[in-house]
């Protein structure tokens, strides 16, 4: 089974920090995903990378940058945290162009103060 | 109006009743539906996906009506750990990456 791993499950910042969160994924998936989840607005796409060192953004890219640097790690970066931010965010992978399946790592929960 | 969209619920059903729910999708030119299941806390897994024919998976059936633009879900003899938000995913036709829309989730109780 594809494993998507999402280092922390939990974590608490302070508004300004700059905010890491790492996933990857270990069945050489060309495709990657960035979402967040909120209570009534559901899962919304933040950015994706379909290729090493490719992004495109997503529906609310604002106030977050990513990196793919290898096929199997896709880092989702929050330059200066804000209380808006507070959030779960879900990474997923997916196989190539003929893959519908998202598989998604366990989340991270975020909390800016 | 919003790409995918769904009755957030909760439907409250009793154990053993058939439960249905619709998910209404905006883009015509939409390719390939699923059902996910997210259960409380944990991230969303793949169900089943939606074919043009309907589908069934044991108690789960699912159905596309293009003409209408929208999926459904029926889960028959409900049981108790079915209690889980299902959330519609579709997949639209774009450049790089094919962009799968998540709608809201609808929420589903099943009760003794």
């Known amino acids: 089974d594809v494993k998507v791993t999402q280092s922390s499950r939990y974590l608490v910042k302070r508004t300004g920090e700059k905010v890491f969160l790492e996933c990857v994924q270990d069945?050489?998936?060309?495709?990657m995903f960035w979402y967040r989840q909120d209570p009534g607005l559901g899962l919304r796409l933040i950015y994706f990378s379909y290729d090493v060192k490719m992004k495109e953004k997503g529906d609310i890219p604002e106030g977050y940058s990513v990196s793919r640097e290898k096929k199997e790690r896709f880092s989702l970066i929050l330059e200066s945290a804000s209380t808006n931010q507070t959030s779960m965010y879900l990474c997923?992978?997916?196989?190539?162009?003929?893959?519908?399946?998202?598989?998604f790592g366990a989340g991270s929960r975020l909390t800016v103060l | 109006r919003k790409e995918v969209e769904q009755d957030p619920g909760p439907f409250n059903v009793p154990e053993g009743a058939t439960v249905a729910f619709n998910c209404t999708y905006s883009?015509?030119?939409?390719?390939?539906f699923f059902w996910y299941r997210q259960d409380c806390r944990k991230e969303p897994k793949l169900l089943m996906s939606?074919?043009?024919s309907g589908n069934e998976d044991g108690r789960f059936t699912a159905q596309l009506n293009r003409a209408s633009q929208y999926i459904s879900l029926l889960i028959r003899d409900s049981k108790l750990s079915d209690s889980a938000t299902y959330l519609c995913v579709v997949r639209g036709v774009k450049a790089a990456g094919n962009k799968l829309t998540f709608g809201g989730g609808t929420r589903v109780l099943v009760k003794p």
């Open positions: 883009n015509s030119a939409s390719q390939s």
């Open positions: 939606v074919y043009s």
């Open positions: 069945m050489d998936h060309e495709n």
């Open positions: 997923a992978s997916r196989g190539g162009s003929g893959a519908n399946v998202l598989t």
